[in-house]
């Protein structure tokens, strides 16, 4: 390993990776790999998709064995079979993905398989629930413990998934992208519990893409590439120097869009799209906005705004009350996604596990979902052409695989998220949505991703794009809309659109959003618009929003 960093902050060391080797049928996942972790210290686990973090990291919780290679804890050689070998050793793992039963209470997640008993050996519920609230309080969550799981949003999920690794008491606690689903409020909640256990003597391997966090929190880094542990360096380090040590080469953009001269003639308008919702009002109304040949426009806001829900709405997932989508002038059907595919429209959803990918089928599979019919003459699928497309997108996506025939599930996030994306390219689709396309993936392949956004607009086609990433929505949009509570609050182009004026748009009342009269977002004569640059937004006009619009 290169930059070895002596100058090594926290206690006595707590755990210690030597060496350690995994391969899976096709594939070295790890291979030689170094790591040392410290009581009071976070030490950060950086490197692409891909690299081997995950593999790592499931071998300290249990889930994997070394083919070769020494793991040792309080300096003794150990052995982790299992989840509970892991809870032994005082090993806590937070996930990505929740490890949490939805039809359970809160209080029964966090205790789940180490409920508190009576002297009877009954459940005490009343001990349980009383612990629970402890914790929750020390997670800054304000839910009750008797709140089923199924009832949270993701970001409390992810606050219960927290309470219930301290539940162990553990030493070593590692997270893997815990804020890639949290507000920045919520991300500093977060990092303000890190720094206690930190102060506690608590050791902390943190996985996270956002390189801003690392010097933020970070005390250590060791960088991962290609299995191998390439490099450990102080969490200073400059940021080009971290991702030249991920990926092995400079980036030149982090943001590399190649805005379009002049915009061709709209592929997609939305017109006074409103889908009632409970007493508590719309879930969104009167949205208006088009989408120009060529173009990427960015649709930002914060968490519940309704950016997804509009997105769902327009491609057919969810069905609306009023209004209007056309694709190339013409209506298409409500709640029919079969018609938006036919008229060229794709979407990436934001959940790829839960809807965008079918995990257990091959990516051969998956990438040619998509055009299942078109490769279906007389009820037989022509597996050879099937093939042959795969290979292509596999090829042009630079997949990380062993083969077509990889089951998706055993991808990493960000290769997965190339092949949910890659189906897509194996249709006619005209205008691509993308909802929050880069979350939970690395630098790397967020520029690839921005690389193939830029072919797509170059080709005439054009994309949506949904992200809770400000600097990429501004720094890949060439218009970016704003909404407020379930109404569009206004636009912005790339020139005036910065962190201010997006987020002045974002926190206007809901009496404040706007809508405009010709059916789209863009500001026309009559509008307020602001002289510096910050924000401007359309005038509000209520009989807008139904305009040409028939109410079911």
């Given at each position: ?141 304000d839910v009750s413990p008797n709140t089923p799981v199924a009832e949270l949003g993701i970001a409390r999920l992810q606050m219960v998934e927290i309470a219930k690794a301290l539940s162990l008491d553990a030493r070593v606690l590692i997270m893997d ?113 088009e989408v120009r040949a060529g173009e990427v426009v960015g649709l930002a806001g914060l968490v519940g705004a309704g950016r997804t829900e509009v997105v769902r709405a327009v491609f057919g997932v969810d069905r609306y009350d009023a209004g209007t ?228």
């Open positions: 390993m290169t930059g070895v960093n002596d100058d090594v902050p926290g206690g006595r060391e707590l755990l210690r990776v030597e060496g350690v080797t995994k391969s899976f049928p096709g594939v070295r996942a790890l291979d030689g790999v170094d790591l040392t972790l410290r009581a009071g210290e976070v030490h950060v686990l950086l490197g692409e998709n891909g690299a081997g973090k995950s593999t790592l990291i499931k071998m300290l919780s249990g889930a994997h064995r070394p083919d070769e290679g020494r793991l040792l804890v309080d300096g003794d050689e150990v052995t982790v079979r299992s989840a509970q070998d892991a809870e032994r050793l005082g090993i806590a793992t937070i996930y990505q993905e929740f490890n949490l039963v939805p039809g359970l209470t809160v209080a029964e997640n966090i205790f789940l398989g180490r409920q508190p008993r009576t002297r009877l050996g009954l459940v005490d519920k009343k001990t349980m629930r009383t612990r629970a609230a402890e914790l929750l309080r020390r997670v800054r969550l992208e815990p804020t890639a689903v949290l507000t920045s409020e919520e991300v500093e909640t977060l990092f303000e519990i890190v720094r206690e256990l930190r102060d506690a003597g608590v050791g902390i391997i943190f996985i996270t893409h956002h390189l801003e966090e690392i010097g933020a929190l970070g005390d250590r880094v060791t960088v991962l590439r290609d299995g191998r542990s390439v490099a450990e360096v102080p969490a200073s380090t400059d940021e080009d120097e971290l991702i030249r040590l991920m990926v092995g080469r400079d980036i030149a953009e982090q943001y590399p869009r190649r805005r379009p001269d002049e915009p061709g003639a709209p592929l997609l308008r939305v017109r006074g799209l409103t889908r009632n919702g409970t007493t508590a009002g719309p879930v969104f109304e009167g949205i208006d906005f989508v056309e694709i190339d002038g013409k209506e298409l059907a409500r709640g029919d996604v079969r018609a938006a595919m036919r008229a060229g429209l794709g979407l990436v959803p934001e959940d790829r596990k839960g809807q965008g990918l079918v995990l257990d089928a091959s990516l051969q599979d998956n990438l040619t979902l998509a055009r299942l019919d078109r490769d279906t003459r007389g009820g037989l699928v022509d597996r050879g052409a099937q093939r042959r497309e795969a290979a292509t997108a596999a090829e042009r996506l630079k997949v990380r695989m062993s083969g077509l025939g990889q089951s998706a599930r055993t991808l990493s996030g960000g290769n997965q998220q190339k092949i949910v994306i890659g189906k897509w390219l194996l249709t006619d689709t005209r205008l691509l949505i993308l909802d929050e396309p880069t979350r939970g993936i690395d630098v790397g392949a967020k520029v690839e991703i921005y690389h193939l956004i830029n072919e797509l607009t170059a080709a005439g086609r054009a994309v949506l794009m949904i992200s809770s990433d400000l600097p990429e929505v501004l720094g890949m949009s060439d218009r970016v809309l704003v909404m407020s509570q379930g109404r569009l609050a206004g636009e912005l182009s790339a020139d005036e659109a910065t962190q201010d004026a997006v987020m002045e748009l974002a926190l206007q009342a809901p009496g404040a959003a706007s809508g405009n009269t010709d059916g789209t977002a863009k500001n026309t004569s009559g509008t307020a618009s602001s002289t510096n640059g910050t924000a401007k937004s359309t005038k509000h006009h209520d009989e807008s929003a139904m305009e040409g619009s028939d109410v079911h």
